[in-house]
């Protein structure tokens, strides 16, 4: 069993501005990072042609356009992004949002 301190861990600045993670599991299949979000960030528009993202809201407000649909959720929201789907994510607040981001692909 391996224990990671996220509190202790520092944030990393992602490709995309406003955007900052926390790496917690990487493997060739798929990871889980925590994602800080900064108010009126977006994560632009783009697809996984080989896996499947979810989003997992645990603190503040995320806005995910999921193909022709927005929607806003909240403390608690899950979302799950399908492969091949474009799909975005936006902290529509005026406060940080946090995020588990995570992602699979079937094994072969």
Request: proline share 7%.
């Amino acid at each position: 069993m391996n224990e990671i301190s996220i509190h202790k861990m520092e944030w990393i600045p992602m490709p995309v501005k406003g955007f900052e993670g926390k790496p917690l599991i990487e493997h060739k299949n798929g990871g889980l990072k925590m994602v800080k979000i900064m108010p009126g960030s977006v994560f632009p528009l783009h697809q996984h042609p080989d896996k499947t993202e979810f989003a997992y809201v645990i603190e503040g407000t995320l806005e995910a356009t999921i193909g022709d649909t927005k929607k806003i959720g909240n403390t608690g929201t899950f979302y799950q992004f399908p492969i091949g789907i474009n799909h975005s994510l936006k902290n529509p607040s005026e406060t940080e949002t946090i995020v588990l981001i995570g992602s699979f692909s079937e094994e072969k």
